[in-house]
């Protein structure tokens, strides 16, 4: 029943507009953070203009598109801005719940959570490699959201792991539901459900495959894998963190291979029933162009968070600081995407760049660089793209040293915006004026993006610990509700269903959390 398709190798068009060479140029991008004294953040009054789009795409491809019809309905309309993932399939399928990455799951959050169950008998550990060598990671990391969903009745919960495999559990006991299934490094992004109902599985790997796993077999099935070097040109590296995005039978996914991706998926069904697609690569384009590789003297530019996608726009951020939207409107009409909005924030911004029910952008970037752009402009922003040439609303500075700045995805929650510093704060900031209104202070790094569900905000540190926080009046520094020892550091994102919490954390487990009794 392994179904392949590489048809996308027959049908694409390409067409190199510019070369750059495909290599690195290994520079440390992370090292041990600098702990200390944090001072609070400060907002800065700029009106520092965005560069001006200076070249198109580097590359365009694109094949056929045989059966899309136009459409007038934009692909994900903002008033779904806070809403489930369709209607079909009940869960928090994808990092941050939807393709526009605000839906945080369903409450009721536990009152006073413990750990119920951990999961596997043994640490999920293995050895990878990277800039700073080989060495052993264990558990789960970032991003590494679980998706939790229902399905026939049950409750369902898939992640993948440092063990390099993609993990299925019975949510409620933590029972495997099938046997895990192994990638050839370590995955660290979160996975995708397929939010149509079909059985199928999105997921990256550092093993630089973008695979489709079915589940409807008993077993996971790889259906179909992407390769990082499927495309003309790469730049920096070959992982698939992000977590794909599927609207309409397409597929929007960033890549560490710099390119921002679509694939028409065709999914369907064999004879006996069992769940197939024939996915074709419709586009990659380059997350890049001269004007960030001038800017930033190297060519790290890799896509490591999710997409966004509002109304007919995708929106990302890459490891250059570049955070940029393509209009998809015309993909449905068998074109290519196009770049509609270009912004510097200065440095790597791995963090999904966050959209508000107003149609604002909030980005957030770590600061590694050093470059007078991020001193200057600061780490977090308030961004109106449809002020594309002056879109800076505010921005703040949250850094405190050399490999600070923030890495967790942003929450929007009424009028405050919560962003997790890596040396240690959890920032609430004025909506409107991006004023500071309080600080928590948690062991860093907080790399554990926010969890609200109604007035709760469920947040992880590195010690090991998960709180939660009243956030019922936003204007006060949020009071503790409960705090409970997961175990080692959390660097995943949790989610929420129902009453209960899962989480992996760097101690190499899985947990599961709820009210004792
Ligand atoms: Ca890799
Ligand atoms: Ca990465
Ligand atoms: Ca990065």
């Known amino acids: 029943m392994l179904m392949m398709s590489h048809s996308y ?70 008033s779904e801005v806070g809403q489930p993932y369709g209607e079909v399939v009940r869960g928090v399928l994808t990092f941050r719940g939807s393709p526009n990455r605000t839906y945080y799951g369903q409450g009721p959050v536990p009152d006073a959570p413990q750990v119920q169950w951990s999961y596997p008998g043994t640490k999920m550990c293995s050895l990878s490699s990277d800039l700073e060598g080989e060495r052993e990671w264990c558990g789960t990391g970032w991003t590494g959201q679980p998706a939790v969903w229902e399905r026939g009745g049950e409750l369902w919960v898939a992640f993948g792991a440092y063990d390099r495999k993609v993990h299925v559990l019975d949510a409620v006991t933590g029972a495997p539901r099938m046997e895990p299934f192994p990638t050839g490094d370590l995955i660290k992004g979160s996975l995708t459900v397929d939010p149509d109902g079909h059985p199928l599985i999105y997921v990256g790997s550092r093993d630089n495959q973008l695979r489709i796993l079915s589940f409807d077999t008993g077993e996971l099935v790889e259906l179909w894998s992407l390769s990082a070097y499927a495309v003309d040109q790469q730049l920096w590296n070959d992982d698939w963190d992000g977590a794909p995005a599927v609207i309409d039978d397409f597929m929007f996914v960033g890549g560490e291979n710099s390119n921002f991706h679509i694939v028409k998926l065709n999914r369907g069904y064999d004879d006996q029933g069992n769940a197939t697609v024939a996915p074709e690569l419709l586009a990659a384009m380059p997350g890049w162009d001269d004007e960030l590789l001038s800017a930033i003297g190297d060519n790290n530019v890799s896509i490591e968070g999710s997409v966004t996608i509002v109304d007919n726009t995708v929106y990302f951020g890459n490891s250059g600081g570049l955070i940029q939207g393509w209009d998809i409107e015309p993909v449905r009409r068998g074109e290519p995407p196009v770049r509609v909005f270009r912004f510097w924030i200065g440095d790597d911004t791995d963090a999904t760049v966050v959209v508000d029910d107003q149609g604002f952008l909030f980005a957030a970037a770590e600061y590694e660089r050093n470059t007078e752009r991020s001193r200057s402009l600061g780490q977090v922003v308030k961004l109106d793209p449809r002020r594309p040439d002056d879109p800076v609303v505010w921005s703040v500075d949250a850094r405190t040293g050399i490999d600070t700045g923030v890495w967790a995805t942003p929450a929007v929650h009424k009028d405050v915006v919560i962003v997790p510093t890596a040396d240690g704060r959890v920032l609430g900031l004025d909506r409107d004026s991006g004023e500071t209104r309080w600080t928590l202070r948690l062991p860093g790094p907080v790399w554990s993006s926010p969890v609200v569900i109604g007035d709760t905000l469920v947040q992880g540190d590195c010690r090991g610990l998960l709180h939660g926080f009243d956030l019922s009046d936003t204007t006060q520094q949020p009071p503790e509700l409960w705090s409970t020892i997961v175990g080692a550091c959390i660097e995943s994102t949790p989610v929420v269903w129902k009453d209960r919490i899962w989480v992996g954390t760097r101690g190499g487990f899985f947990h599961m959390l709820s009210d004792p009794g």
């Open 9 to 78: 190798k027959h049908t694409l068009i390409g067409v190199c507009l510019l070369l750059f060479a495909v290599g690195c140029s290994p520079a440390a991008t992370t090292a041990e953070l600098e702990q200390g004294a944090a001072p609070p953040a400060t907002p800065i009054t700029t009106t520092a203009p965005a560069p001006m789009p200076t070249l198109g795409p580097a590359v365009q491809r694109l094949a056929v598109f045989p059966d899309v019809e136009p459409a007038l309905a934009p692909w994900y309309p903002i």
